[in-house]
Nanobody, 126 residues
Framework: VQLQASGGGLAQPGGSLRLSCVAS????????IGWFRQAPGKERELVAAISASGTSSYYIDSVKGRFTMSRDNVKIAVYLQMNNLKPEDTAVYYCAGSATLQRDHVATKNWEYDYWGQGTQVTVSS
């Protein structure tokens, strides 16, 4: 499966962006999806993840209440709505897929992810 992330750009602090991750497979509902980010000089970190079914999700503490992940298995796309952006959200964001037979499982470990999309740059600055 190939994943393609888009939607990044420049936003002001307090602004919003919506990232999209489009998959090349019509069996996206068999993949848990995660959004990762990597800032300059920092390790890549998982920001949010959603189960294949879409019923379970995970967020790191720093984005809880600001970021919302959703998926549309008909349109084979996953989204990350980012509100109230902060300068510390600046990073390259990647979406990744984890093949799973457990449709309600949320993958929170890097090693669980098999497929990676190219990154999209998010810059939060005034």
């Amino acid at each position: 499966v190939q994943l393609q992330a888009s939607g990044g750009g420049l936003a002001q602090p307090g602004g919003s962006l919506r990232l999209s991750c489009v998959a090349s497979t019509f069996s996206l509902d068999l993949y848990a999806i995660g959004w990762f980010r990597q800032a300059p000089g920092k390790e890549r970190e998982l920001v949010a993840a959603i189960s294949a079914s879409g019923t379970s999700s995970y967020y790191i503490d720093s984005v809880k209440g600001r970021f919302t992940m959703s998926r549309d298995n008909v349109k084979i796309a996953v989204y990350l709505q980012m509100n109230n952006l902060k300068p510390e959200d600046t990073a390259v964001y990647y979406c990744a897929g984890s093949a799973t037979l457990q449709r309600d499982h949320v993958a929170t470990k890097n090693w669980e992810y098999d497929y990676w999309g190219q990154g999209t740059q998010v810059t939060v600055s005034s």
